[in-house]
């Protein structure tokens, strides 16, 4: 992956709010895991989702790091 640059620097415990809200209304996401691809389980019903990391910056509105 030569000269790709990311926006955001994800860690585990951190909340990412994505543009568009999951279907139980909830647009914070809490990472479980960081690589290639990224582990989310949403923060109103749980559910668990694994995307490729350029959709999740894609998707991205903010980070709010774990210490905030």
Known sequence: MANKF???KYEEG???TMKKAHPCGSKDWLIMRVGAEVKLR???CGHDVVLPRPSLEKSTVA???KDE
Request: aromatic share 16%; charged share 25%.
């Open 42 to 44: 949403c923060t109103g």
């Open 63 to 65: 980070v709010k790091k």
């Open 14 to 16: 951190d909340t990412v």
């Open 6 to 8: 990311f926006l955001y």
